[in-house]
Nanobody, 113 residues
Framework: VQLVESGGGLVQAGGSLRLSCAAS????????MGWYRQAPGKQRELVAG???????NYADSVKGRFTISRENGKDTVYLQMNSLKPEDTAVYYC????????WGQGTQVTVSS
């Protein structure tokens, strides 16, 4: 399985970004997915998750600002991030839930104050 994240960048506080994750292989549609992030000096954490049927959950720090969605026909999961804060700065990864030990390169999100 290959997971390829894209859509990161530099944005001012209060701005928005939309991340995409394209998955190869046949297991995407039968697995829950998640977006994770790792800030410098911190452990990787789960930001948002989505089940096969579309039920979602979010870390408290992003509730009301981030929205995860998936498009099974395209084997793609998205993360819409609004009202971004400097503390959202991190490398963002997608993976299964629970994650497999095969992470993509991630996409860097930098939020300036």
């Amino acid at each position: 399985v290959q997971l390829v994240e894209s859509g990161g960048g530099l944005v001012q506080a209060g701005g928005s970004l939309r991340l995409s994750c394209a998955a190869s292989g046949s297991t995407f549609r039968i697995n829950a997915m998640g977006w994770y992030r790792q800030a410098p000096g911190k452990q990787r954490e789960l930001v948002a998750g989505i089940t096969i049927l579309g039920s979602t959950n979010y870390a408290d720090s992003v509730k009301g600002r981030f929205t995860i969605s998936r498009e099974n026909g395209k084997d793609t999961v998205y993360l819409q991030m609004n009202s971004l804060k400097p503390e959202d700065t991190a490398v963002y990864y997608c993976n299964f839930r629970p994650p497999i030990n095969d992470w993509g390169q991630g996409t860097q999100v930098t939020v300036s104050s």
